[in-house]
């Protein structure tokens, strides 16, 4: 089975089994949106380009921050050099990403990591619990439930959420497996985008189904597209922000 098979037929699976959590985690969103709070995503390495799918995406919703371990050189005035591939693992990074985003108490957070055991982000979703805002979580249940945990508590990030989304994603992330061994062709990428804009979507839908105008960005190039935008954007001044 070729790799372009194997993913289209992953991710109608994961289409199928995640459609109850999707319409759970978008509830979540649109009550945190009504409410006037913002999408907060978090994900390092490649999961930020989730993150990225999430916040200040053509077609999604405009009250979303993305945020990542490089907000600690962005808005804390760290220097490049602090940014090694280890940093997700150091859990005190999460209390100086949380400080520096412009959160309030009314927000939603959705936190992607395929893992779901490094520090930065069990930390991470341990403080949005402890601030009391609903936490998100997008992952691989097949590969965290077989990791240990790498924060000191031992947990994970799927035991702290109230909806967790499985990507779907085999221990290992690649499905196609090397004749001598190991596997190649990763997927959790893939198919967490999917449920990424599968929950967006949703939560558009909910808000036309109220009877509301979802405030959704158009793409920067099209006609109108940046007055439109900006528009939207300056309702929420001091809420969001789209850094680098």
Known sequence: MTYASKVLDLAGQVAKSQAEPVKQAAALIVASIREGGVVNAFGSGHSEAIA???AGRAGGLVPSNRLTPRDLVLYGGRPPSVLTP???????????????APVAPQDVFVLISSSGVNGAVVELATIVKDRGHPLIALTSVQHSTRMTSRHPSGGKLLDLADVVLDNGAPYGDAILDLPG???????????????AQMVVTEAVDELVAMGETPPVYLSANVTGG??????LESRYAGRIRRGS
């Open 226 to 231: 940046d007055e439109h935008n900006r528009a």
């Open 86 to 100: 280890e940093l997700e693992r150091d859990p005190a990074i999460a209390h100086e990403i949380y400080a520096l």
């Open 52 to 54: 990225m799918e999430i």
């Open 181 to 195: 061994g190991g596997s190649y062709g990763a997927v959790s990428t893939i198919t967490s985008a999917l449920l």
